[in-house]
């Protein structure tokens, strides 16, 4: 059931409290994630240099301090989509980067081939609600129903909201089943109204360490040519900033 033109005014003033509490729903400028690109999010590396060296008789010599590392987690929304998923998923093999795709249970419906494909290419899963739905306009039960139907096609304990659209209630339930993930980064590759070269200088300009950056694989991004001149040149330019790329 769809809220009333009150409620819904009463959401968005909701909405922008949050952002002013730092409740971070991804605005293109850099505002935090809810769950930042941290270390203890990430998925974990099995660890093999747990042995220590014996110790050696020579004289200790000492040794410049390495670099801190510098890293990216790059997501992919609204998903999968036949004709530019498997595409994705080539340019991210070539460039030996795993992200996260955070999928729309209607698409994978509709097309679980491609689902599968990148599962099978050891990417991560996300939960983004069966109908790619803003929760200020769908009342909690409903929103939240919606969004556990996906849970009936895949098992991921990441949730990231189509629009960064929740309300307070929706959010506070949510949580307590997934781990929310938002960004700081979102490329706007789907825009009619930025151009390709517009959508690569958004990833040089406002990237950092830790960031969380969002590209979507969706006939949007196809259609105007964005994601294919963005999403190559991004990746190549951060691997020669320094970034490596990391999953939740």
């Not at 909405?15 to 930042?36: E, Q, S």
């Not at 069966?130 to 096609?153: C, Q, W």
Request: glycine share 6%; with cysteine; charged share 20%.
């Amino acid at each position: 059931m769809r809220f009333s033109k009150k409620n819904f005014l009463l959401g968005a003033a909701l909405l922008f409290l949050g952002a002013a509490l730092g409740f971070g729903l991804g605005n293109f400028f850099g505002a935090a994630p809810l769950i930042g690109c941290r270390e203890n999010d990430l998925t974990p590396v099995p660890d093999t240099e747990f042995l220590t060296p014996a110790p050696s008789s020579e004289p200790a010599v000492s040794q410049p301090s390495a670099p801190p590392e510098k890293w990216v987690c790059l997501t992919f929304d609204d998903g999968p989509i036949p004709e530019v998923t498997p595409w994705v998923l080539e340019v991210l093999e070539k460039h030996h980067v795993k992200a996260t795709f955070f999928m729309v249970g209607d698409n994978i419906r509709k097309h679980p081939d491609e689902y599968r494909m990148v599962v099978e290419h050891g990417h991560r899963i996300g939960n983004h609600t069966f109908n790619h739905i803003r929760g200020f306009e769908y009342s909690n039960p409903d929103y939240l129903a919606n969004t556990r139907k996906v849970d009936e096609m895949i098992h991921s304990d990441l949730f990231r909201p189509p629009h960064g659209h929740m309300g307070f209630r929706q959010y506070y339930t949510l949580r307590h089943h997934y781990r929310i993930i938002m960004w700081d980064l979102v490329t706007r590759d789907y825009s009619k109204r930025m151009r390709p070269e517009q959508v690569l200088n958004n990833v040089k300009r406002y990237v950092r360490n830790g960031s969380i950056i969002t590209f979507h694989d969706s006939l949007k991004s196809w259609n105007n040519g964005n994601l294919q001149y963005a999403l190559p040149r991004a990746i190549e330019f951060l691997k020669a900033e320094g970034y490596t790329f990391k999953v939740f």
